[in-house]
């Protein structure tokens, strides 16, 4: 807690009141401040909660999705979403259960069809382990570390736990809760893998992208001369080149290696973050000049502190508010900027999956079937939408709370 | 003014040459070139260093970039395309007419319907309509303008599926009969394949547009100025459209420049997804097959045109804004 001081800790467990009003005498400090207006905007409580959701999603998309991220199944492109019943032919409430679907080639138009077959159901089962070699996964927190330290340590997938799958035993019948892509490939679950790297990536980017701007912009306002004037030529010329086309420009420079997904998912990373950083470097440097040139700083100049010292402990945290809300507000422009450079199939590469990328299929397949039978695989737009607004919302929010201007 | 006009232009050069040579870099880092799709040729396992001979590729790449460069600046030529082997001149001019024919109509039509969104938004501050407008701007901000153009599509020809003819087509910029039409036929055609991306690009932009409109609205709005207009007895309609709306206007207007690349970029999604021939499919398939100077053609001629841009809403603020001294 921002407002606690030495004395709450050795006194006993103060009231809320005491609390309160200890933080009134002292003056609260920023966070506190901002906490408190944060928590007056609704609407980006809310955008914080559907985030705190999409990013849990993610984080345990092994165990919510009912089959691995690499599963196929050629035979059943385009297997229309699998109905869930939870009442019965009577219509009394049963367990959830579902019909195997069937497919069949219309004689006349030489079109799929697919037919629910009503002949037998089965049952979901909740909290199934599935002990197949695929179907084993390591679990969340330890599936952050990359994998080759979990080669070089020995961790091995083991989780077995899934949140559903089908009663079956021999395995044939499958649930597919928003129907499978063209290659088989359950939807649902290939929107939950995605979403580990279209939702990451934003964050990953933009600390990238304000890190550079941040050291490039102190920098530049701090010692001035020639290295302000090439940095404000650097991020000059990079402004003059339309984005879309340098970022095409870019990730077509790492395209032809055929590199693994693995390696690609940094470099896109680095390569977001080097169109975005200009933008962070003018502000920063031009709030640098200004503040170099206050008492604070004047006074640790004359006691003796090191530039490096005066840039990274005085001047740079005066910016940080500033830089809170940028990155919130950058994050959504990066989010949809990987999808479309995932879109173009210059970004994430299949086997991965990414939004951008799983709406590459639909652009693939739209002229052939339009809205009307495939209609499932624009799903992953929707979650695109849905990031971006609640991004959006909560920028705009954390704006409002540090912004002193903006407060209502 | 002349100084000042001489003084900006100036400053555009070293910032082009950096831009052009940043370009060529990126480029040149990338692996492999044009020839490489023939280094495993069977026949002739040496097809990949004689067409590299032919083309010059294999000169060091700051040799080529001084090249290319020169033959930029004294006679206006920006290389051969490898692919097609024609003029990159005569390729890419097409497309950019084609992609102009595009972007100007979505940029009249955005500043059309953004400016009145604006005015409307500032003038009615927090009533119902504004509030109705800041979620749609908020939705129109989030939505992708590629998915919205899938979108689009796929309802084109869902609607062909139900009802057997086409209410808009399935992208394209002409019918497949369009050289046997007449000419009002074919400006009809035309007009007719325009609808769609023009929507899509109109509507991703307007979002943008609008909020800057009623942001810059409710600046003038709180200024001194108004104030003692509306003390001295103006109504409100001759506060609001002949004192405060000419003052926002002026700085929209001058924005453009600054609004260009964005427009560029999402027209750009848009032409992709709706095989619109303009820039970047083009462009997209040029990065594909490595073929350097029609890649470095488009870059430059873009990046040209938004210098200039700039350049001019620079200028245009500079003129109606008496506090800007040169």
């Known amino acids: 807690m921002a407002t606690q001081t030495p004395q709450t800790q050795t006194g006993a467990a103060p009231s809320r009141r005491a609390r309160a009003a200890r933080a009134e005498r002292q003056g609260a400090s920023l966070s506190t401040i901002a906490w408190k207006q944060f928590r007056q905007h609704p609407l980006a409580r809310g955008a914080l909660l559907i985030l705190g959701i999409l990013y849990t999603a993610a984080a345990f998309a092994d165990f919510l999705a009912p089959y691995p991220e690499r599963y196929i199944n050629t035979n059943n492109t385009f297997q229309p979403p699998t109905q869930v019943h939870f009442r019965d032919e009577d219509g009394r409430w049963s367990r959830p259960y579902i019909y195997p679907m069937k497919k069949s080639l219309d004689l006349q138009t030489f079109q799929t069809v697919w037919e629910v077959d009503t002949s037998q159901k089965y049952y979901l089962k909740f909290f199934v382990r599935r002990e197949g070699i695929r179907d084993r996964y390591v679990p969340f927190p330890v599936s952050l570390i990359p994998l080759k330290l979990r080669q070089t340590w020995d961790i091995r997938p083991t989780a077995t736990l899934h949140l559903f799958g089908v009663d079956d035993p021999t395995d044939r019948v499958k649930v597919h809760l928003w129907g499978t892509d063209d290659l088989g490939g359950d939807v649902f679950g290939k929107v939950l893998f995605g979403a580990r790297i279209s939702l990451t990536i934003g964050i990953l980017a933009s600390l990238v992208a304000i890190a550079i701007g941040m050291l490039m912009g102190g920098l530049a306002g701090f010692y001035g001369g020639w290295l302000d004037e090439l940095i404000l030529r650097l991020v000059e010329a990079i402004d003059a080149i339309p984005s879309l086309f340098l970022l095409l420009t870019l990730s077509a420079v790492f395209y032809p290696l055929g590199l693994p997904s693995s390696v690609v998912f940094p470099l896109i990373v680095v390569v977001l973050s080097l169109i975005g950083w200009g933008g962070v470097a003018r502000t920063i440097r031009a709030q640098v000049l200004s503040l170099k040139e206050r008492d604070f700083a004047v006074a640790a100049k004359a006691a003796g502190a090191s530039n490096w010292r005066i840039i990274r402990a005085h001047l740079l945290p005066q910016t940080l508010s500033y830089v809170i809300v940028v990155m919130s507000l950058a994050i959504p422009g990066f989010i949809l900027t990987e999808a479309v450079l995932s879109f173009f199939g210059l970004g994430i590469q299949p086997p991965a999956t990414s939004w951008g990328l799983m709406l590459n299929t639909a652009q693939s397949f739209v002229g052939v079937s339009g809205l009307g039978d495939r209609w499932w695989i624009f799903i992953p737009g929707i979650f695109i939408f849905v990031s971006v607004l609640t991004w959006n919302l909560l920028g705009d929010g954390l704006r409002d709370a540090f912004d002193p201007r903006s407060r209502r | ?326």
Request: hydrophobic share 55%; aromatic share 12%.
């Open chain 2, 1 to 326: 003014m002349f100084v000042f006009i001489v003084r900006r232009v100036l400053n555009l050069i070293p910032t082009f040459l950096l831009a052009t040579f940043l370009a060529w870099f990126v480029i040149e880092i990338a692996p492999g070139d044009f020839a490489s799709q023939f280094a495993f040729d069977q026949v002739d396992p040496n097809k990949a260093q004689r067409i590299r001979e032919v083309l010059g590729l294999n000169q060091p790449w700051p040799i080529r970039y001084l090249y290319w460069l020169r033959n930029l600046v004294t006679n206006f030529d920006l290389g051969t395309s490898m692919v097609s082997k024609g003029d990159v001149t005569t390729l890419i001019y097409p497309r950019m007419v084609n992609s102009f024919w595009l972007l100007l109509p979505a940029t009249v039509l955005t500043f059309l319907i953004a400016i009145p969104i604006g005015v409307y938004s500032a003038v009615r501050k927090y009533s119902i309509g504004d509030r109705v407008l800041t979620v749609f701007s908020l939705i129109g901000l989030a939505v992708p303008n590629f998915f919205l153009a899938l979108l689009v599509l796929a309802f084109a020809v869902y609607f062909y599926q139900s009802n057997g003819w086409f209410l808009i087509p399935t992208g394209g910029m002409t019918s497949s009969n369009h050289s046997q039409l007449s000419l009002w036929q074919q400006l009809l055609d035309r007009g007719w394949h325009l609808i769609a991306p023009l929507l899509v690009v109109t509507l991703s932009s307007l979002a943008t547009t609008s909020r800057i409109m009623r942001g810059e609205m409710l600046e003038v709005m709180g200024q001194d100025y108004i104030r003692t207009a509306k003390a001295k007895g103006l109504s409100e309609n001759v506060v609001t459209y002949k004192h405060a709306f000419r003052n926002a206007v002026v700085v929209i207007i001058a924005t453009i420049g600054g609004l260009l690349p964005g427009l560029i970029s999402g027209a750009g999604t848009v032409e992709f997804v709706m095989r619109w021939p303009g820039i970047t499919p083009l462009f997209i398939s040029s990065i594909f097959a490595q073929d350097v100077y029609v890649v470095m053609a488009l870059l430059t001629v873009l990046t040209l045109f938004l210098m200039i841009g700039n350049l001019l809403s620079d200028l245009a603020l500079a003129l109606v804004d008496p506090r800007i001294r040169y």
